[in-house]
C-alpha cells in the first residue's frame, strides 16, 4: 500500500458526461500528479500540482481539468467525455515538486469507462 | 517517435532464469532513470532509480544506464514467478521538473 488514495474505483459513465476523480496524497507529501494509462498510448503525464499551484503540465486536453485543495487532496475533472476517454487514471504523490529527484507513490488508479 | 521506446514483450522466461529488459530513448536532458514494476489492476512501485550513467544493485535486481547509448537495462537474477508483472522505463529532466516519461512496458511472465 503505497499510502495514496484515489476514488472511486470504477466509474462507468456515458459519452458527452463529465466526471470527477479524486485523490488523497500521501501524508506530509506535498506535490500530485496525474497519469492517464490506456492500451495505445501507454502511461502518460497530465498534469502536476505543487502545494496547491499548477507546477507542470503534460498532453492534458482542454475538457480535463484538475486542482489541489488546501487541504493537499486532488481531484481531475473530465468533461464532454468521449469514448477514447477510457482508461485507468492514476494519482501520485511526492514530498517535493522541485527540481531535483523525489520519488512517486502511485495510487491504486480510477478505471474509467465510457459507453 | 516516442522519446522512450521499450519492447511491450511479452517476454517469457522459466523460473530461475536472468531477464533483462531494455529501454532507448531520444532526449538527452533526461537525468533520472527508473524502473517501475506493475501488477494487474494495480498502481505502479518503485523498484529502482539511477541518476546519470552507471549501475546500481539492490538484491536480485541490477539498473544500468549507457547515456552516451541512450540506452538504460533492468537485470533480474534467479527470476520469481512473482516477479511476473509489466515493467516499466520512466525518466525526467531536471528542467521538466518531476515530470515522468514512461515507456510502454514490458510483460513479463516467468513460469514455474
Not at chain 1, 485523490?23 to 500528479?33: A, E, F, H, K, M
Not at chain 1, 473530465?78 to 522541485?98: I, K
Not at chain 2, 494487474?40 to 544506464?65: C, H, I, W
Request: charged content about 20%; glycine content about 8%.
Amino acid at each position: 500500500d503505497s499510502g495514496v488514495t484515489q476514488t472511486p474505483k470504477h466509474l462507468i459513465t456515458a459519452t458527452g458526461q463529465r466526471v470527477t476523480l479524486r485523490c488523497s496524497p500521501r501524508s506530509g507529501d506535498l506535490s500530485v500528479y496525474w497519469y492517464q494509462q490506456s492500451l495505445d498510448q501507454g502511461l502518460q503525464f497530465l498534469i502536476q500540482y505543487y502545494n496547491g499551484e499548477e507546477r507542470a503540465k503534460g498532453n492534458i486536453l482542454e475538457r480535463f481539468s484538475a486542482q489541489q485543495f488546501p487541504d493537499l487532496h486532488s481531484e481531475l475533472n473530465l468533461s464532454s467525455l468521449e469514448l477514447g476517454d477510457s482508461a485507468l487514471y492514476f494519482c501520485a504523490s511526492s514530498a517535493r515538486g522541485g527540481f531535483s529527484y523525489n520519488e512517486q507513490f502511485f495510487g491504486p488508479g480510477t478505471r474509467l469507462t465510457v459507453l | 517517435q516516442k522519446e522512450v521506446e521499450q519492447d511491450p514483450g511479452p517476454l517469457s522466461v522459466p523460473e530461475g532464469a536472468i531477464v533483462s529488459l531494455n529501454c532507448t530513448y531520444s532526449n538527452s536532458a533526461f537525468q533520472y532513470f527508473m524502473w517501475y514494476r506493475q501488477y494487474s489492476r494495480k498502481g505502479p512501485e518503485l523498484l529502482m532509480y539511477t541518476y546519470s550513467s552507471g549501475n546500481k544493485e539492490d538484491g536480485r535486481f541490477t539498473a544500468q544506464v549507457d547515456k552516451s547509448s541512450k540506452y538504460i537495462s533492468l537485470f533480474i537474477r534467479d527470476s520469481q514467478p512473482s516477479d511476473s508483472a509489466t515493467y516499466l522505463c520512466a525518466m525526467s529532466a531536471l528542467q521538466d521538473g518531476n515530470k515522468l516519461v514512461f515507456g510502454a512496458g514490458t510483460i513479463l511472465r516467468v513460469k514455474s
